[in-house]
Nanobody
């Protein structure tokens, strides 16, 4: 059984910051890539950021310079530091994990709401 759990979402004013955490537990498999997707009402889910086990990162153009993804491999945890938030960042954020055996897992999602 694999469990992926996000936390850290909430309500923040425009220009503020939040840090999301993603913890993977209950798995015997090694983790390769960890990443964050988001989905706003009426829109498709989109990739926000991803990080490999070695630390290579990639970001959506809309968040470059504002968001930073990191990970602690010893804790099987990924983080998404979100700065300079704006209303377009309002969405449900999902953590996704790619395991070494070639399968993916998804978290339940955490709501991020940016107020004006």
């Amino acid at each position: 059984v694999q469990l992926v759990e996000e936390s850290g979402g909430g309500l923040v004013r425009a220009g503020g910051s939040l840090r999301l955490s993603c913890a993977a537990s209950g798995s015997i498999f090694s983790i390769n890539t960890m990443g964050w997707y988001r989905q706003a009402p009426g829109k498709q889910r989109e990739l926000v950021a991803a990080i490999t086990r070695a630390g290579s990162t990639n970001y959506a153009d809309s968040v470059k310079g504002r968001f930073t993804i990191s990970r602690d491999n010893s804790k099987n945890t990924a983080y998404l530091q979100m700065n300079s938030l704006n209303s377009e960042d309002t969405a449900v954020y999902y953590c996704t994990i790619t395991y070494g055996i070639g399968v993916n897992s998804w978290g339940q999602g955490t709501q991020v709401t940016v107020s004006s």
